[in-house]
């Protein structure tokens, strides 16, 4: 249903659940990096009513799910440290294609928030099947289905500003890249993506 080019390697689920304080602690600002880059396309594009309508809840969401993600740090004793440097977003953000109009840019933004959603969803489905815990895996599930939300709302959204199959074809693309940027990334048990 995400349509990704790219399966997350096996390894990855295994590594994951044995360094659980680790990805939690990586999941937590993954959910203020979510909502601080909504709040960012509210403040470059503030005439798009019906964007910033959905985008404002869409932050609302992601900043309760940083509060759950808090929540579950502290029942095991742990705090934010400091932020991480998110090697897969960085390198995602450095496809973004400048220029245009601003229709074409805020696509641009919108499609590039679908694919970091989709590959979330696709990691916390994987954490939600291989966690044995049944508190977190109903944790991880109902991320799972939250993200799985946010995807398909960018991706419509996009489809709303630029003709549909400008965007499929972009679209195309930005999983082509994702697939290629993830293929040469080490695989971290301690790092969502
Ligand atoms: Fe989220
Ligand atoms: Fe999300």
């Not at 390198?91 to 928030?113: F, M, N, P, Y």
């Not at 890249?177 to 080490?186: G, P, Q, R, V, Y």
């Amino acid at each position: 249903m995400l349509g990704l080019k790219l399966e997350t390697d096996p390894r990855w689920a295994d590594i994951a659940s044995k360094s659980l304080e680790d990805i939690l602690l990586d999941h937590a600002w993954c959910e203020q990096k979510a909502a601080s880059s909504g709040i960012s396309l509210i403040i470059i594009f503030p005439e798009y009513r019906e964007m910033v309508d959905e985008v404002t809840e869409i932050v609302a969401e992601e900043w309760s799910h940083f509060e759950r993600v808090l929540g579950e740090l502290k029942k095991r004793g742990l705090h934010l440290g400091k932020a991480r440097k998110d090697e897969y977003v960085i390198q995602l953000a450095a496809i973004e294609k400048k220029g245009g109009s601003r229709d074409q840019q805020l696509v641009e933004k919108l499609l590039l928030s679908a694919m970091i959603e989709a590959r979330s969803c696709e990691r916390f489905k994987i954490l939600y099947e291989q966690l044995e815990n049944p508190a977190l895996k109903k944790f991880y599930y109902e991320f799972m289905v939250s993200e799985a939300g946010h995807y398909t709302q960018f991706l419509t959204l996009a489809k709303k500003y630029q003709p549909e199959n400008d965007v499929k074809n972009r679209w195309a693309e930005i999983l082509e890249a994702e697939s290629a940027i993830l293929k040469n990334l080490e695989i971290r048990g301690d790092r969502v993506h």
